[in-house]
């Protein structure tokens, strides 16, 4: 194919954004040009604007005559400098993106600068590229951030690259000098997975194989620049993809008689219709899609990739944000605590195990701890350093992660959307990952952690069945949960009270005490609720062992909550009361009561059950 430039007819760049975004506006691609600095990544963008035709009319000259009168050898580079300050109809153009259209489709080219510290714009998605283009100068071959930037679009899923190798023109043209850079470069990339489309040599300062091949290297019979990117694939198969929704928020309606959640989120990949079976994960609670919202009059009855969506439910369960909404028919997304990752490290304190981190996933939101390096990689080198305790800044660690409660996710082979993640340390953004492969745990951190304590832990003479006799009642962790209601934590608290009348020692503490109490970490991070749970189970340990019944209420308790406190407050065991007509999950209930029992009722169903299962006894003192 030869490519035509568009007729030059002077459309804006805006324009083009504003037609892209029409209905029947033409096919649009986002690509990505990297490379060292100076490589000519700005020369190649103007190049491609302006042999397509694509700048505003008259820029071209106005930029050579600029030039020109203030003695200045013309660089396209400049170009991009004048449309950023260009107001076209009042908007001025975002610095960070460029158009080029041809008769095919638009292009949006994002201007990724080469240096270092720009990097973290480009790995947390600031760049969002079906494509790359990433440019190597020939004179002075591949630099540090050539085989940084390769290692990136392999984090970034990028699929469809093209190596170019610019500035020909000062190695002459010549063959052996392409084919060196070509197999070097093709070998590294290769190490990571990821096989370039093309290597293209070009002079981009002189429009060399830019839209079309011309004559200095006859050598050369492969595609133009321009025409490599017309054949790249438009990556819209997004949309029919199995349905990955991460949940962001639910916002709940309580107008009259109306219980009405909207749970509202960002479809990644997949298409979302009303009657859809769904999953939400990693709490396992099914229902069915009633409604699709949406701002403007009619609700639809279907939503794709790439929209903000609000839905409601058939049934009113409870769901958190942070989950991950799928279609129950589609082949799942895994859920668990440890998995294997890549992760760039941009952190300027080094990634450290033990340490606890912030990990972002789709919407959750959890504590991650380094659990294991298996291999840290120096980005530059790619030379492995084996052995190595910790991931330093620009390291590459291919490492194991084990989050605090269990996190839903696909494999970058599967879905590299919900695969991505970045670390977080001390509020900034400091590491960004692909996970590999999920990785099951004989013992989670959690549990070694109990399992060091119990094996330390210092006795005193009383047994636990000596506290019994004399207590006539055995120690117990009851946890009431359900749905919040201020008559959750009320049941809990009478059911402290009449226990203390029947002569039981008990105990009832809230959850929020444990903060209000003990301090410490800040209550509005993602991270209070798992260290406010660990703090509660172990008190529960302490508590439980010195004999006493001790109460508390969680509201909204899954499954994963309950099995954290039950390991926290081992070897002692764990009495689950539930209200209401959702249960936690999988985890047994020793006692379910229903919402519409009133409250003496469920205080008296709680106590029989006690009893029955022989923690106070089957008489009062
Ligand atoms: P940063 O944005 O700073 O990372 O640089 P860049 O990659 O955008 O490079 P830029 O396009 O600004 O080009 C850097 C220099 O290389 C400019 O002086 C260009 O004129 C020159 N240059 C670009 N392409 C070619 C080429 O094909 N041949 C020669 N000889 N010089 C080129
Ligand atoms: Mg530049």
């Not at 990297?34 to 930029?63: C, N």
């Not at 047994?588 to 229903?594: A, G, K």
Request: hydrophobic share 40%; glycine share 8%.
């Amino acid at each position: 194919m030869n490519a035509q430039p568009a007729s030059s007819t002077g459309v804006s760049p805006v324009l083009h954004e504003r037609d892209a975004r029409g209905t029947s506006a033409p096919e649009q691609m986002d690509l990505v040009v990297v490379g060292h600095v100076d490589h000519g990544k700005s020369t190649l963008i103007g190049r491609l604007m302006a042999d397509t035709g694509s700048l505003p009319l008259g820029k071209l000259e106005q930029v050579k005559a600029l030039c020109a009168r203030n003695a200045r050898p013309f660089e396209y580079a400049f170009l991009l400098d004048a449309l950023k300050n260009e107001q076209t109809q009042g908007i001025t153009i975002d610095t960070a993106r460029c158009f080029f259209k041809t008769p095919r489709r638009y292009y949006i080219i994002h201007d990724a600068p080469g240096h270092v510290e720009f990097l973290k714009n480009m790995v947390t998605g600031a760049a969002r590229a079906e494509a790359a283009l990433l440019l190597i100068d020939a004179h002075e071959g591949i630099q540090e951030n050539t085989k940084r930037h390769g290692y990136i679009l392999s984090m970034l899923g990028l699929r469809q690259v093209a190596v170019l190798v610019n500035k020909m023109d000062l190695v002459g043209y010549s063959q052996p000098v392409f084919n060196l850079i070509t197999q070097e470069y093709s070998e590294f990339l290769a190490g990571l997975g990821v096989r370039p489309a093309r290597f293209i040599p070009i002079a981009a300062r002189e429009g060399v194989n830019i839209v079309t091949l011309s004559q200095p290297m006859p050598w050369y019979a492969g595609p133009s620049v321009l025409e490599q990117v017309e054949s790249f694939t438009k990556m819209s198969g997004d949309q029919d993809r199995p349905l990955r929704l991460p949940v962001q928020d639910v916002y709940k309606f309580t107008e009259a008689e109306d219980e009405r959640r909207t749970i509202a989120g960002t479809i990644d990949t997949g298409t979302l219709r009303a009657g859809d079976e769904v999953l939400f994960l990693p709490s396992g609670k099914k229902s069915t899609v009633k409604t699709i919202e949406a701002f403007s009059a009619e609700n639809p009855r279907e939503a794709t990739a790439g929209q903000a969506v609000g839905l409601t439910l058939t049934e009113q369960i409870y769901v958190r944000p942070g989950e991950l909404l799928v279609r129950r028919s589609d082949p799942p997304a895994r859920v668990g605590t440890r998995f294997r990752a890549n992760i760039f490290w941009m952190g300027r304190a080094p990634m450290l195990p033990g340490k606890r981190y912030k990990l972002k996933l789709g919407a959750a939101r959890v504590p991650v701890e380094l659990a294991e390096i298996r291999n840290v990689l120096d980005a530059s080198e790619l030379t492995s350093i084996r052995g190595k305790r910790q991931v330093d800044r620009h390291d590459v660690g291919e490492c194991v992660f084990e989050t605090a409660r269990p996190v839903a996710f696909d494999l970058a082979a599967e879905c590299e959307k919900t695969a991505r993640f970045v670390i977080v340390d001390n509020y900034e953004i400091a590491g960004c990952g692909m996970v590999l492969e999920q990785v099951s745990a004989e013992e989670s951190l959690l549990a070694k952690q109990v399992h060091r304590r119990e094996i330390t832990w210092q006795k005193g003479h009383v047994t636990p069945a000596e506290r019994a006799a004399q207590y006539h009642h055995k120690g117990k962790f009851v946890v009431v949960v359900g749905e919040p209601h201020p008559g959750l934590p009320q049941l809990a608290k009478q059911l402290e009270s009449r226990l203390f009348r029947e002569g039981v020692h008990t105990y009832y503490l809230s959850l929020s005490n444990v903060f209000d109490c003990l301090g410490g970490t800040d209550e509005s991070s993602p991270l209070a609720h798992e260290e406010q749970l660990r703090r509660l189970g172990e008190l529960a340990r302490l508590v439980t062992d010195a004999g006493l019944v001790f109460i508390t209420a969680l509201e909204n308790a899954d499954q994963h909550d309950l099995a954290k406190l039950k390991l926290l407050n081992e070897p002692h065991e764990l009495f689950v009361v539930c209200r209401g007509d959702e249960t936690p999950g999988s985890f047994p209930v020793n006692v379910q009561l229903s919402p519409k029992q009133d409250q003496d009722e469920a205080i008296q169903a709680v106590l029989q059950a006690l009893k029955d299962q022989g923690v106070t006894p089957d008489y009062s003192i």
